[in-house]
């Protein structure tokens, strides 16, 4: 069974599901040529880029440009005499990119130990694929001490934060990403994920849609943009976005891990989603991570897809203030429209629970804490209900589709309204 990760840059790794990452994993062997190596560049070839001026190095790095690791490999090792650390950190992102994790490691570590942050970076990603998050978070930190205006590095350790169940501190490296590349695509789409996995989907859903419009989303951020419709309670937004790029029995097989995923604690569902494990002793015998491929057509049809509507005149929806009864809260907002806009969707999707349930909006600033949740939210919440047995019956309805729910009593705003909602 080979299902669809969920990465947004080049991070590929080999579990059933794979999360954001924005970089490439590769591979590692022996400090000794293989065989196998040694059968993709002869002797001949390599005396005739000698003849023609062409060093071994600028050969290594072309053949990685052209995506061939095995070659570079082969053509690094040869030349380590006279390449030094470069050489040795090109020989280390090649063997990352085949998959040898353990030896790129072994590789890279005399060079890491100087404060280089190339190596470092590549012991990040090394240790990203093999699970080991802790150290993964140490290697990208030390990566982006040396070069601070490394987005791919700052994006590599927010993966690495978010798998520890950092998501304040992830956040916070995406927009280092972000701020030395303003528009980084791994670093905004993992940003994006990480904001959906947290409860933000009308935030995520509104960057990734961004994303989809400008033509800047390739195959993985469009199923990221399926998972923040789920997250959203948008089933059929989700499906249909999916099955751009998925076969139907792929969308039906990821969309039920999916569901699995959102009964997590929101901490725990990056971690989850890099490795494909829900519960210990999960078997991953079959584990596999699916190739998505890209075109015009797709992308034309996901652009469609997230087409702005005409401009629609919203209702109102009145504060929660009745002194009575009990309510269900189904999603929170940083924005007044898109709490009006989620609650019709929401309705769309689920007329059959809610009909005869109004919607009510409650306020709360958590202030500038510096971790997540902080800032302002709309809360969205349907009711009262007479009884907190109806509102639990309610609530595990739209639990079972995937929608969040949470009961609560009836309370006033909670904080002050800023001014540009």
Not at 6 to 11: A, D, L, N
Not at 16 to 28: E, I, R
Not at 332 to 351: C, F
Request: hydrophobic share 45%; aromatic share 6%.
């Amino acid at each position: 069974m080979k299902l669809a990760g969920k990465i947004t840059g080049s991070f590929t790794l080999k579990h059933k599901f794979v999360a954001v990452t924005g970089m490439v994993f590769f591979t590692l062997s022996p400090s000794s040529l293989h065989a196998s190596e040694l059968s993709s560049v002869s002797p001949l070839t390599v005396t005739a880029f000698a003849i023609q001026g062409v060093s071994i190095m600028a050969r290594a790095d072309q053949a990685m440009a052209d995506g061939n690791a095995t070659e570079a490999i082969a053509l690094y090792r040869q030349a380590l005499a006279t390449g030094g650390a470069q050489a040795r950190v090109g020989l280390g992102r090649a063997l990352n990119a085949v998959g040898r994790y353990s030896e790129a490691l072994s590789t890279l570590k005399s060079e890491a130990a100087l404060g280089n942050g190339a190596a470092n970076h590549e012991i990040g990603k090394a240790y990203l694929a093999i699970g080991d998050y802790e150290a993964a978070v140490a290697a990208f930190s030390k990566a982006v001490s040396v070069s601070a205006f490394d987005a791919s590095s700052h994006t590599g350790r927010g993966v690495a934060l978010a798998a520890v169940g950092d998501a304040g501190g992830a956040l916070n490296a995406f927009d280092d990403a972000l701020s030395s590349e303003p528009g980084h695509p791994a670093a905004y789409s993992n940003k994006a994920l990480l904001t959906a996995l947290i409860g933000e989907s009308a935030t995520a859903i509104e960057m990734l849609e961004t994303m989809v419009r400008g033509g800047r989303a390739g195959p993985r951020d469009r199923q990221n943009l399926a998972l923040a419709y789920l997250t959203a309670g948008r089933r059929s937004e989700a499906r249909a976005m999916a099955r751009l790029d998925l076969d139907a029995i792929s969308v039906d097989e990821t969309f039920t891990f999916y569901d699995t995923l959102f009964a997590l604690p929101p901490e725990a569902r990056m971690k989850a989603l890099l490795t494909g494990v829900i519960e210990q002793g999960q078997d991953l015998s079959e584990a596999g991570n699916l190739e998505l491929t890209d075109n015009d057509n797709r992308q034309a049809a996901a652009a469609r897809l997230t087409a702005l509507p005409e401009p629609e005149v919203l209702p109102d929806i009145p504060p929660l203030l009745e002194p009575e009864g009990w309510a269900i809260q189904i999603a929170a907002y940083r924005k007044l429209s898109q709490l009006v806009r989620g609650w019709k969707i929401l309705y769309g999707e689920n007329k059959d629970i809610l009909e005869g349930i109004e919607p009510r909006r409650s306020e709360v600033d958590f202030g500038g804490r510096g971790e997540y949740p902080d800032g302002f939210f709309f809360r969205l919440n349907a009711g009262p209900l007479a009884t907190f047995a109806e509102a639990e019956k309610v609530c595990n309805e739209l639990k079972a589709r995937g929608t969040a729910c949470w009961i609560r009593p009836p309370e006033p705003p909670e904080g002050r309204l800023p001014k540009d909602n």
